[in-house]
Nanobody, 127 residues
Framework: QVQLVESGGGSVQAGGSLRLSCAAS????????MGWFRQAPGKEREGVAA???????AYAESVKGRFTISEDNAKNTLNLQMNSLKPEDTAIYYC?????????????????????RGQGTQVTVST
């Protein structure tokens, strides 16, 4: 079993920055892949950023150049630095993980269907 607990999030004005973190515990071996997805009201869930076991990263087109995913293996923590935030980034953000041999670009879109996820954290960007 794996537990994922997010922290961070909150409210910010457009152009601002936020940092999300996800603490993972349990059996997070080499094959345990992680990333972030989000769900905005009335919209489908969207894979936002992924990082695979080789350290390769993948991003949704809508966040490229603004969001950065990183991991601290020593602390079993996944981070998402979000800069230049826009009102359309407003959503609940989830940390997700599952055992997979796929690369980051391959599982980016599958993040909403990953077996393990955190409780979600609200990000609100105002104009």
């Amino acid at each position: 079993q794996v537990q994922l607990v997010e922290s961070g999030g909150g409210s910010v004005q457009a152009g601002g920055s936020l940092r999300l973190s996800c603490a993972a515990s349990g059996n997070t071996n080499t094959w345990f892949q992680m990333g972030w997805f989000r769900q905005a009201p009335g919209k489908e869930r969207e894979g936002v950023a992924a990082i695979d076991s080789d350290g390769h990263m993948a991003y949704a087109e809508s966040v490229k150049g603004r969001f950065t995913i990183s991991e601290d293996n020593a602390k079993n923590t996944l981070n998402l630095q979000m800069n230049s935030l826009k009102p359309e980034d407003t959503a609940i953000y989830y940390c997700a993980g599952d055992y997979s041999s796929l690369t980051a670009i391959e599982f980016l879109g599958r993040l909403p269907r990953f077996r393990y996820r955190g409780q979600g954290t609200q990000v609100t960007v105002s104009t």
